[in-house]
């Protein structure tokens, strides 16, 4: 049951009527793991905190650094040297403190992976690694656990949904396949600081939207930005029977 306080903060929510009472304490209620607490992580964190979403597990094993804080805005310059999942979970204490927040200062082994993904009700990947990527995929298609996947790199971002509890969806491992990409950073090739922004706050909205059950999120669909051009482009993705991750022989 929503309190009064909760009523008249998350009111313009409510007034929704694809949101309602009903949407909002599915948000109050879920679990969401976030990993990477960097460029993508940043928005995603401090965007479902302010909607209601209950609790946030927050995995990242780097310290906020003065070259991160153009485009991290859930770190302040006062946080450099410090882990970037404390400095992010004081943030959102600050602006929600109603969320439950968990801050795990550490690379995930398989192991304690799949103990996050299975204790969650959906993960939100803004790592800015293949290896990482592939890991979370595998983990949340085991566990039929809904991931919303997101990059962005100089003036270039996409997002995905992948949701394996549909028998005819893609996962990751479909869009992707060892040695397909180069791991770029944005260390290495730049990256402007509100396109991080941009792409963070879909990976947010598909993220309420899977919640809540709210709209048609981007399941078998990937959603490209140009960034230059301001330019948005949709892909159909559909699920590879053989895909070494949830193709029709490796189930």
């Known amino acids: ?18 949101v309602d009472i009903a949407g909002q304490e599915a948000w109050l209620r879920a679990s969401v793991l976030i990993i990477g607490l960097g460029g993508l992580g940043s928005p995603v964190a401090m965007y479902l905190a302010a909607a209601g979403v209950g609790r946030l597990v927050l995995v990242d094993d780097d310290q906020v650094e003065l070259t991160n804080l153009q485009r991290q805005i859930i770190h302040s310059t006062a946080a450099i040297g410090r882990a970037k999942v404390e400095s992010a979970k004081a943030t959102i204490s600050g602006l929600n ?12 082994d398989e192991a304690a992976l799949e103990k996050q993904v299975a204790e969650c009700d959906l993960v939100v990947d803004c790592c800015d690694n293949f290896t990482t990527r592939f890991a979370v995929n595998a983990a ?7 991931l919303v996947s997101g990059a962005a790199i100089r003036l270039e971002g996409q997002v995905a949904v992948f949701d394996s509890r549909r028998e005819d ?5 479909c869009l992707y396949r060892d040695g397909d990409e180069e791991n770029l950073t944005c260390s290495e090739s ?20 899977v919640l ?7 399941v078998g669909r990937l959603l490209l930005l140009d960034g230059r051009h301001m330019d948005w482009r ?8 053989e895909c070494p991750c949830c193709g029709d022989k490796y189930n």
Request: glycine residues 6%; hydrophobic residues 40%; aromatic residues 2%.
């Open 169 to 173: 969806a893609p996962c990751y491992r």
């Open 234 to 241: 949709t892909l159909k993705l559909r699920r590879d029977p």
């Open 97 to 108: 403190p109603d969320t439950e927040v968990v801050a795990i200062n550490a690379r995930l």
């Open 140 to 146: 949340c298609v085991k566990h039929q656990t809904p």
């Open 1 to 18: 049951m929503l309190n009064d306080d909760q009523l008249l903060r998350y009111s313009r929510q409510i007034m929704l009527p694809e």
């Open 190 to 209: 730049g990256v402007l600081a509100p396109l991080v922004g941009i792409i963070g706050s879909v990976q947010a909205m598909e993220a309420l939207k």
């Open 212 to 218: 809540a059950t709210l709209g048609e999120p981007l």
